[in-house]
């Protein structure tokens, strides 16, 4: 199976090194301007990856491409972007891909695969497999230029495509990637627990002028997630749980997520208990900037749709509300507005019976 | 003048060591008396001002408030807001006609929270009631019966309610204060706390910095960041607003705050007014998050803001999220727990109603 990665990041060298370890037929390919100077560049100089941490060590060739044609010969073209990257690769590749392909969001966030898949149907008029997970399954972080250190590879994460009719075909062809992951009933479930979404925004409102005096010089899940911060996640996770059950999707608890995955030794308690007990997040520092994907992508891309989505169940979100206005105005950015909209996703006016018939069916 | 100052924290001893050293005949009284054996026993408070210490009195120290208020010609009332209902209780019954009852501060409508409770106790006196925007001083308990007083501060805004009893306690209550400036009604005293401004924000989206390091960090100098100052800014925007939905002409709070002598610069963004403030520079954060910057400042000062903006009509959309989240943070309901419009007895009224009861009374 040829598998062209779009991307080039932290989590993209790891998801490149993981399949290759796993015996996929892999490259991996970004033509956006600063991927190409920071990343392509060098690993293309260097023939390849170096990898650290929990996959084992060594050297792993790759192969690279800043040509987006390489989508067209393969059998997933699996997309390891911030969530706003989605956007620029749907646009650009969107002429690319044929119908027999599938486009892997790795990961999905809320209505990403909805609005990529809008995209190239504005686009090109053709009907995409999508499909996408609720998280990236790997924590990882690059050390240098060619060099990734994986901390954690995931043990439980969802799984659906859209229109979620896909969701057999799709899930036979990306399971035998990552066996781990769970067949959802839709892209709506899948979304609802991207866990990032739920944990960062509350940590980055709360902690903004540690964040900005010390340019993010604390530990920022062991020591900027005190018991005030975590009751706020704990309250917008209760938020969150209602939205699922008045929206009839099937979720979890945050916290039993998070210990379903082993990033937790205690997923018994509250959020604060949770993180304490976080072996994989203990030398995790906070972002330099408030301008980090955080909130980029965790509020703009996460938590607005989130919060939109809640809207249309009819269940009331204060403190999601509460933490878009206060994020949006502390950075200046009207994440309300910007960020990613029910306009955006095609679903304005959309009521719950409509709405789960296009999870189901597509536009 | 014969003025009982009711309280014992900071304010409380300012007032009561500045005035008796102003040649007034000072009685004190406050809710747990033990705050005040010191004064009791010594019959007076040392006072540090202007780089000087003296020994101030005499100041008399009252139990009983039949005794501290039936001679007062003028009460003031040093407490936290959060405890105006109860001085109100306490003291209602001993209350006598014409007697000024100055509430230093009323912070946001602790007068109007004050008239509430006479009325629901059926106190009918005509005494004069007035409150300030703020406290008159910036000053520090300084160990048993000493206080320091850093500043007296400049244009301290003062209004009667009902107004129209303005001109006619003015004078008295410079006597009291002499830095005072007549505001038009309570609603701009009330509108222009600086600490319900500038204090939630900067402890809100500081909390963890705040209980991981117990409020180990220059609170004002380096926690209102830029982003901190913007957020400050957005409920500066909406405090105006409400204002001028009831015909007053708002200050900023960069103008306020260096109107009362607490920075240099007159505009300019919060952050960079913030960075200029001397006063303030070396001031900590407090040390957990259960301290008056939420409970006076969001219970008592947001709280009854955002209430005045649903009867003005304008939205506050970052005041309503900084009562939510600390509402959550903390585990106490602020809306239920703080000072709302039910409290200060004007639930369901129209602005017109409020208007006219700010300034007549009726």
């Known amino acids: ?363 | 003048m014969k003025i009982t100052v009711i309280g014992a924290g900071n304010g409380a001893f300012a007032s009561a060591a500045d005035l008796a050293d102003r040649g007034h005949k000072v009685t004190m009284f406050n809710r747990t008396q033990s705050k005040l054996d010191t004064v009791r026993r010594s019959g007076g408070i040392s006072l540090t001002f202007n780089n000087e210490t003296r020994f101030v009195k005499p100041i008399n120290v009252s139990s009983s408030p039949k005794e501290a208020i039936t001679d007062a010609d003028a009460i003031v009332v040093a407490v936290p807001t959060t405890a105006h209902a109860y001085v109100a209780d306490r003291i209602g019954k001993c209350l006598s006609d014409g007697q000024l009852v100055l509430l230093n501060p009323g912070h946001t409508l602790g007068g109007l929270e004050f008239r509430n409770r006479l009325r629901r106790n059926s106190i009918k006196k005509k005494i004069k009631l007035c409150e300030t925007m703020t406290l008159t001083y910036i000053t520090r308990l300084r160990g048993a019966g000493a206080v320091q007083i850093f500043r007296k501060s400049k244009n301290i805004r003062i209004s009667a309610l009902p107004s129209v009893d303005n001109s006619s306690i003015f004078d008295t209550a410079k006597e009291i204060f002499p830095n005072l400036v007549l505001a038009r009604n309570v609603l701009e005293t009330g509108l222009d706390n600086i600490n319900a401004i500038c204090h939630p924000p900067g402890t809100i989206m500081n909390a963890g910095w705040i209980e991981h390091t117990r409020g180990n960090f220059k609170f004002y100098k380096d926690g209102i960041t830029p982003g901190i100052g913007k957020i400050t800014e957005a409920i500066d925007q909406e405090r105006q607003a409400i204002m001028r939905s009831f015909a007053i002409k708002p200050i900023s709070f960069v103008e306020l705050f260096h109107s009362v002598g607490s920075t240099t610069l007159r505009k300019g963004s919060v952050y960079s007014a913030m960075k200029a403030s001397e006063a303030n520079k070396t001031i900590k954060a407090p040390a957990s998050l259960d301290s008056r910057y939420i409970l006076e400042d969001v219970g008592y000062g947001l709280v009854p803001m955002v209430e005045l903006s649903k009867i003005a009509g304008v939205g506050a959309p970052t005041m309503e999220s900084l009562v939510n989240l600390s509402s959550i943070m903390n585990g106490v309901n602020y809306w239920k727990e703080g000072r709302t419009a039910k409290k200060l007895g004007i639930n369901g009224m129209k602005k017109a109603d409020l208007l006219k009861l700010v300034g007549t009374g009726k």
């Open chain 1, 1 to 363: 199976m040829r598998i062209v990665i779009l991307g080039a990041g932290a989590g993209a060298c790891a998801a490149a090194v993981d399949l290759k370890l796993n015996g996929f037929d892999v490259i991996l390919c970004s033509s956006y301007e600063p991927d190409i100077k920071e990343r392509i560049t060098p690993i293309q100089a260097r023939g390849g990856l170096d990898y650290s941490g929990v996959l084992g060590e060594g050297f792993m060739p790759i192969e690279t491409s800043t040509d987006e044609n390489e989508v067209k010969a393969a059998d997933v073209i699996m997309v390891v972007t911030l969530a706003n990257g989605d956007e620029y690769y749907a646009s650009k590749c969107g002429k690319l891909i044929s119908e027999d392909q599938i486009v892997f969001l790795n990961p999905g966030y809320i209505g990403s695969s909805i609005r990529f898949s809008n995209i190239v149907r504005a686009n090109t008029g053709k009907r995409i497999k999508i499909c996408e997970t609720n998280n990236l399954p790997y924590i990882s972080r690059l050390i240098g230029p060619t060099h990734v250190r994986i901390f954690k590879k995931s043990k439980f994460l969802l799984f659906s495509s859209f229109p979620s009719k896909d969701n057999d075909l799709c899930f036979s062809k990306i399971r035998p990637i990552y066996p781990f992951l769970k067949l959802a009933e839709n892209v709506l479930e899948t979304g609802m627990l991207n866990p990032n979404i739920i944990l960062h925004p509350a940590g980055m409102a709360m902690n903004a002028g540690w964040i900005e005096f010390t340019k993010g010089d604390f530990f920022y899940y062991l020591e900027g997630h005190t018991p005030a911060v975590a009751r706020v996640i704990d309250s917008f996770d209760e938020e969150r749980l209602n939205i699922c059950r008045a929206a009839k999707v099937k979720t979890m608890k945050f916290v039993d997520f998070y210990y379903k995955n082993e990033y937790t030794t205690d997923g018994s308690k509250g959020v604060y208990e949770a993180l304490r007990n976080s072996e994989p997040n203990r030398t995790i520092k906070a972002p330099p900037s408030l301008n980090h994907r955080y909130v980029t992508e965790d509020v703009g891309y996460g938590l607005v749709p989130m919060a939109a989505i809640g809207r249309i169940a009819r269940v009331k979100t204060p403190t999601m509300d509460s933490l878009i206005h206060l994020i949006s105005t502390m950075t200046a950015v009207h994440y309300e507005t910007d960020g990613l909209t029910l306009e955006k996703m095609n679903l304005v006016d959309v009521d719950l019976s409509r709405l789960n018939a296009i999870l189901k069916d597509g536009f």
